[in-house]
């Protein structure tokens, strides 16, 4: 049975719509958050490098899609992770590091140097994730997410190595 493949994605603007609803399940699944269509499609994801899609050929349906990483410039030296999610079924194996690692080269590439995100205080396993790549929590943000507390994370943009 093959493995789930990351690839590069596509402008979320260029989503089809199964594609769409699929990215929208997998956010409310696995973050308890709900986005509406439009506010997927109008996220500012340009087509590079740093844009993954983790997909099961093994699943039915067109491309399912398992997982994905979305990174946009955001200013200077630092780009922006908008959204990185795994399903639950597959967090655990690497999965998450291999994606990670293609972004942080494709950033590097790029000309950053560091990177920032937003992470729900309640999602320790993801602070902790980023913490073991050098991020720090640089603040806190009221009403950021529907369901709490989140943090912004920042720091330099460094592969890891298991």
Same mark, same amino acid.
């Given at each position: 049975?093959?493995?789930?493949?990351?690839?590069?994605?596509?402008?979320?603007?260029?989503?089809?719509?199964?594609?769409?609803?699929?990215?929208?399940?997998?956010?409310?699944?696995?973050?308890?958050?709900?986005?509406?269509?439009?506010?997927?499609?109008?996220?500012?994801?340009?087509?590079?490098?740093?844009?993954?899609?983790?997909?099961?050929?093994?699943?039915?349906?067109?491309?399912?899609?398992?997982?994905?990483?979305?990174?946009?410039?955001?200013?200077?030296?630092?780009?922006?992770?908008?959204?990185?999610?795994?399903?639950?079924?597959?967090?655990?194996?690497? +999965?998450?590091?291999? $994606?990670? %690692?293609?972004?942080?080269?494709?950033?590097?590439?790029?000309?950053?140097?560091? &990177? @920032? +995100?937003?992470?729900? $205080?309640? %999602?320790?396993?993801?602070?902790?994730?980023?913490?073991?790549?050098?991020?720090? &929590? @640089?603040?806190?943000?009221?009403?950021?997410?529907?369901?709490?507390?989140?943090?912004?994370?920042?720091?330099?943009?460094?592969?890891?190595?298991?």
């Amino acid at each position: 049975m093959p493995a789930p493949v990351w690839t590069q994605g596509i402008e979320p603007q260029h989503m089809t719509s199964v594609a769409c609803r699929q990215v929208l399940t997998l956010f409310l699944n696995e973050t308890g958050e709900q986005y509406s269509d439009a506010s997927v499609r109008h996220l500012p994801i340009p087509n590079w490098e740093g844009n993954l899609i983790l997909k099961d050929e093994t699943l039915s349906g067109e491309s399912p899609i398992i997982g994905l990483l979305w990174a946009t410039p955001f200013m200077d030296d630092i780009v922006r992770v908008a959204a990185f999610v795994i399903h639950s079924k597959f967090q655990g194996n690497g +999965l998450g590091s291999e $994606a990670w %690692n293609r972004f942080v080269d494709a950033s590097l590439k790029a000309g950053y140097k560091r &990177v @920032q +995100l937003e992470v729900k $205080a309640s %999602n320790k396993r993801a602070q902790r994730f980023y913490q073991r790549r050098g991020m720090t &929590v @640089q603040k806190k943000l009221e009403g950021y997410y529907q369901s709490g507390l989140g943090y912004m994370m920042r720091g330099p943009l460094l592969r890891h190595v298991e």
